[in-house]
């Protein structure tokens, strides 16, 4: 599985708490971050590109492999923010400090005022990915998930989610422990059905925004 965060947007600078409720499209410099990722990965073939249904996702995907309509997937869709939607995080500490700091000590268990806790989003997750891995056995019965490649365009949040659960992380540890910057490339194997593990074989390269080129992973 290929997965990367959208593009920049006009609201990425300085960043903004970007959830489910402002649809916004990608900056010049997202829709270039995007295409050089689609550079990179020009040789590679895709079995699926999947993408979260918001604008900035689709266009990311539709950048990276040209041709190719996205499938949406609503389980892909960042966090809900809540209350917190929109702002950026000197505007949440202002506004909301106590809970913010309580939410960022357990962010797995604790929701955005008004919106989703890590949980929630990880269960989302779990559904997609069980289902794209298990998919894959059902369709071609036999055949190693391995020689299967999927893209997958989400967002900062909801990304690393995804990988706490592909790789057995805390939920809790989702903001410690990884970074996914605009475009990105993240890859994970699964080497089975969902279950039996992942193994992480690149983890936030942005090589190709300084030009680097072809699937570096193999």
Not at 56 to 80: C, H, K, S
Request: charge should be negative; aromatic fraction near 6%; hydrophobic fraction near 40%.
């Amino acid at each position: 599985m290929v997965l990367t965060r959208h593009g920049g947007t006009p609201r990425s600078h300085p960043e903004q708490h970007l959830g489910q409720h402002l649809d916004v499209p990608l900056s010049d410099e997202g829709r270039a971050q995007a295409a050089a990722l689609g550079r990179r990965l020009a040789g590679v073939g895709f079995d699926r590109v999947v993408a979260s249904p918001l604008r900035r996702a689709v266009e990311t995907a539709r950048l990276i492999a040209p041709g190719r309509e996205p499938e949406t997937d609503p389980r892909l869709l960042e966090m809900d923010y809540g209350a917190w939607e929109g702002l950026t995080y000197e505007q949440v500490a202002a506004r909301d400090g106590p809970a913010r700091l309580l939410w960022e000590a357990d962010p797995a268990s604790l929701a955005c005022p008004g919106g989703e806790s890590g949980n929630d989003v990880a269960a989302r997750v779990r559904s997609f990915l069980e289902a794209a891995i298990d998919g894959i056995a059902t369709d071609e019965a036999g055949t190693d998930t391995a020689d299967h490649r999927i893209l997958v365009v989400g967002h900062s949040t909801t990304d690393r989610i995804l990988l706490c659960v592909s790789l057995g992380v805390p939920v809790r540890d989702f903001r410690r422990r990884f970074v996914q910057d605009p475009a990105n490339l993240t890859v994970i194997r699964f080497a089975g059905p969902w279950g039996t593990g992942a193994q992480a074989l690149v983890l936030n390269d942005i090589g190709h925004l300084r030009g680097l080129a072809g699937a570096t992973w193999d």
